[in-house]
DNA sequence: CAGTATCCTCATTGATACTG
DNA sequence: CAGTATCAATGAGGATACTG
């Protein structure tokens, strides 16, 4: 994984042969790359950070907007989410209770790069149906 | 959410209006993105493709370069990505056999884009540390 | 070497009920 | 309203054994 070790200095550095090794990343940075990566490929976290986006958005606002999810994988991934500083809980001492969610900086930051990856999801949007067409056709 | 909602149709979004249409997507694209989230966030997928980055390799030498990895799962990874048309498969007629795998042009342009999630995820490694550990000590 | 085929388990998630 | 607590089911993934 070459590349990915050098990340930091070869980002748009495509692929291919490394040359030497000039490493920049040790196992760690490599498992926090894995941990941001699980958090984005979470089920819920995109959807919610998304949701975000909008702006403060009440922990009921939230579970109309996101048809599916349950409370609890709400709650769990609020929590994973505030716990990773991509966003933030405010409760307002009224009643009813009134909490409101926002996306932090680093949030919309991470935002940011996952549109990234949603543009290129668009973008190669139908090379990849072709593929899984002529795929499922034949192995 | 923002810029991955903002459907011509609201099939998803029972939301709340939607500001402004200035939209370029719309939902099916919002579901493909999922899917592409999906691969990304597989716990080996990302593993293959970095590793292929450094040219055609032999399944067994992806086995050995992705320790924990079984053949079940490498094998399973592999046919997803292939299907996707990321990955592709070159079987030469040896005895014993031979069999390479190498990124298509496709599966480096996706790994560039993850790589700009890699440097985010370098770049902001330390500020998501202290965030947790905050988190922690007190929730 | 490069896979398949089975079985099995453990973690993630959803459903439901309850509470400050 | 905004959660927490508990339990059950699903399925992703590992271990092992076998094969073209």
Same mark, same amino acid.
């Given at each position: 994984m070459a590349e990915i070790r050098t990340a *930091?200095? +070869? /980002? *748009?550095? +495509? /692929? *291919? *042969?490394?040359?030497?090794?000039?490493?920049?990343?040790?196992d760690l940075d490599a498992d926090f790359i894995r941990e941001v990566l699980d958090l984005v490929g979470d089920k819920w976290s995109v959807l919610i950070i998304g949701t975000l986006a909008d702006g403060p958005t009440r922990y009921s606002e939230l579970a109309d907007a996101i048809?599916?999810?349950s409370q609890r994988m709400l709650t769990l991934t609020l929590k994973q989410l505030r716990r990773t500083g991509l966003v933030d809980r405010t409760a307002y001492a009224e009643v009813p209770p009134r909490v409101e969610y926002s996306l932090t900086e680093l949030g919309g930051s991470l935002l940011s790069t996952v549109l990234a990856l949603a543009a290129w999801s668009a973008d190669h949007h139908g090379e990849i149906r072709r593929h899984q067409a002529a795929f499922d056709a034949e192995g």
């Open positions: *930091r200095t +070869n /980002v *748009r550095a +495509n /692929v *291919r *042969r490394v040359p030497g090794p000039c490493s920049h990343w040790d048809p599916g999810i």
